[in-house]
Nanobody, 123 residues
């Protein structure tokens, strides 16, 4: 089955850290750009980062710059979102998605989505 699977979410205190994983199943990630998105209750989905397939270049939205990083391990078909200095406003369901390219922090025309993982930051 071709899919993306996120994991690593949970409950963390203000200022804490979490690392989310986005793993592919049924296909390899090395030719895909991967975007991380989040959606908080009652809010629209927001993209927070994109990592390109070609050179691994990453881009982030201003609200997470300096706190979030992305890395990819093509050998294990996994992309990681490291989230540090977490704030209550980071609370959301986090999704990864795949496409052919990024434009800055924007994943262009996603073709596959994961099911999401909940991140809750307590104050």
């Amino acid at each position: 089955q071709v899919q993306l699977v996120e994991s690593g979410g949970g409950l963390v205190q203000f200022g804490g850290s979490l690392r989310l994983s986005c793993a592919s199943s049924g296909f390899t990630l090395d030719h895909f750009a991967i975007g991380w998105f989040r959606q908080a209750p009652g809010k629209e989905r927001e993209e927070v980062s994109c990592v390109s397939s070609s050179d691994g270049m990453t881009s982030f939205v201003d609200s997470v710059k300096g706190r979030f990083t992305v890395s990819r391990d093509n050998a294990t078909n996994t992309v990681y979102l490291q989230m540090n200095s977490l704030k209550p406003e980071d609370t959301a369901v986090y999704y990864c998605a795949g496409a052919y390219s990024c434009s800055g922090a924007i994943l262009l025309r996603p073709v596959i989505w994961g099911q999401g993982t909940q991140v809750t930051v307590s104050s």
